[in-house]
Nanobody, 128 residues
Framework: QVQLVESGGGLVQAGGSLRLSCAASGYTFSAYAMGWFRQASGNEREFVAAINWSGAYTYYSDSVKGRFTISRDDAKNTVYLIMNTLKPEDTAVYYC?????????????????????WGQGTQVTVSS
């Protein structure tokens, strides 16, 4: 069965960096787009970043563009989110997710409805 396991969260000071990892199993990793979303306490889950199945295209929310980088290593079945210049407002539980469509060529991978498998989340806390 499909499993997504996030790791790498923690407590960091403002201006610091973290690298989140999402290890996937149970399917052909290289055939699906992957996304990162986050949910702060009391807020709705929101899009952070996504990478298409081939790795050729990446997308970011305006709030993280220029600070976060999404990448994938198909040999390791892992998607990464490198987070630099972290701000207190980046504090949230971060989730990785898998696209519901194999080798998607149309549609919007920034939308939550695009994804049908989710990890359990990893907490990121940025202190001021």
């Amino acid at each position: 069965q499909v499993q997504l396991v996030e790791s790498g969260g923690g407590l960091v000071q403002a201006g610091g960096s973290l690298r989140l990892s999402c290890a996937a199993s149970g399917y052909t990793f290289s055939a699906y787009a992957m996304g990162w979303f986050r949910q702060a306490s009391g807020n709705e889950r929101e899009f952070v970043a996504a990478i298409n199945w081939s790795g050729a295209y990446t997308y970011y929310s305006d709030s993280v563009k220029g600070r976060f980088t999404i990448s994938r290593d198909d040999a390791k079945n892992t998607v990464y989110l490198i987070m630099n210049t972290l701000k207190p407002e980046d504090t949230a539980v971060y989730y990785c997710a898998r696209d519901r469509t194999v080798r998607r060529t149309t549609g919007e991978i920034r939308l939550m409805d695009t994804y049908n498998y989710w990890g359990q989340g990893t907490q990121v806390t940025v202190s001021s």
